[in-house]
Antibody, heavy 116, light 110 residues
Framework: EVQLVESGGGLIPPGGSLRLSCAAS????????MAWVRQAPGKGLEWVSI???????YYADSVKGRFTIFRDTSKNTVSLQMDSLIAEDTAVYYC??????????WGQGTLVTVSS | QSALTQPASVSGSPGQSITISCTGT?????????VSWYQQYPGKGPKLLIL???DRPSGVFNRFSGSKSGNTASLTISGLQAEDAANYFC??????????FGGGTTVTVL
């Protein structure tokens, strides 16, 4: 059974850093395309970043230069390093598996709150 | 990349059919046939409902169907049931190798 479990969210002051992790089971992240999608409180979904099986990475303009996506194949995890956080980054962050230009499995999400 | 446009809410009585629209541009919905729809209950992660405009993953009821015309995609729920009360999001792959989502539509079953 495919499962994705996010962790690492919390309350962080503006300008701070946070690392989110996504533990995958039922498949290998090394052979998959893995993404992060976020949802601000009461808002719609926003695609954040993706890492392809070959290692290429892409980012939304809103986070480019501040966020870094990477994976640990030994632990079968995908992580999102978030630096220079701003209030607008406050959201629930979901890990999702991309499969044919869509997202077929999602985690339950982890909440990141950027506030002083 | 601007978000896709969806109505904020749609409602219907049990057994009725409702349609949710999702309007994009020639750089996303109008360019690719890579539209997908997701269902989300409060406090839960999204669930894939429709892929490639019209196909359903295994386990998704055939009451849900998708279509696309030009820059607009649509999700139709036939024979509305109480458990269909949820939030629905559309998504499209874009020409800039990114994804864009809609703002979400809350479905209310009267």
């Amino acid at each position: 059974e495919v499962q994705l479990v996010e962790s690492g969210g919390g309350l962080i002051p503006p300008g701070g850093s946070l690392r989110l992790s996504c533990a995958a089971s039922g498949f290998t992240v090394s052979g998959s395309y893995m993404a992060w999608v976020r949802q601000a409180p009461g808002k719609g979904l926003e695609w954040v970043s993706i890492i392809y099986a070959g290692g290429s990475t892409y980012y939304a303009d809103s986070v480019k230069g501040r966020f870094t996506i990477f994976r640990d194949t030994s632990k079968n995890t995908v992580s999102l390093q978030m630096d220079s956080l701003i209030a607008e980054d406050t959201a629930v962050y979901y890990c999702a598996r991309e499969n044919g230009w869509l997202f077929d499995y999602w985690g339950q999400g982890t909440l990141v709150t950027v506030s002083s | 990349q601007s978000a896709l446009t969806q109505p904020a809410s749609v409602s219907g009585s049990p057994g009725q059919s409702i349609t949710i629209s999702c309007t994009g541009t020639s750089n996303d919905i109008g360019y690719y046939n890579y539209v997908s729809w997701y269902q989300q209950y409060p406090g839960k992660g999204p669930k894939l409902l429709i892929l490639d405009r019209t196909d359903r993953p295994s386990g998704v009821f055939n009451r849900f169907s998708g279509s696309k015309s030009g820059n607009t995609a649509s999700l139709t729920i036939s024979g509305l049931q109480a458990e269909d009360a949820a939030n629905y999001f559309c998504s499209s792959y874009t020409r800039t190798n990114t994804w864009v989502f809609g703002g979400g539509t809350t479905v209310t079953v009267l």
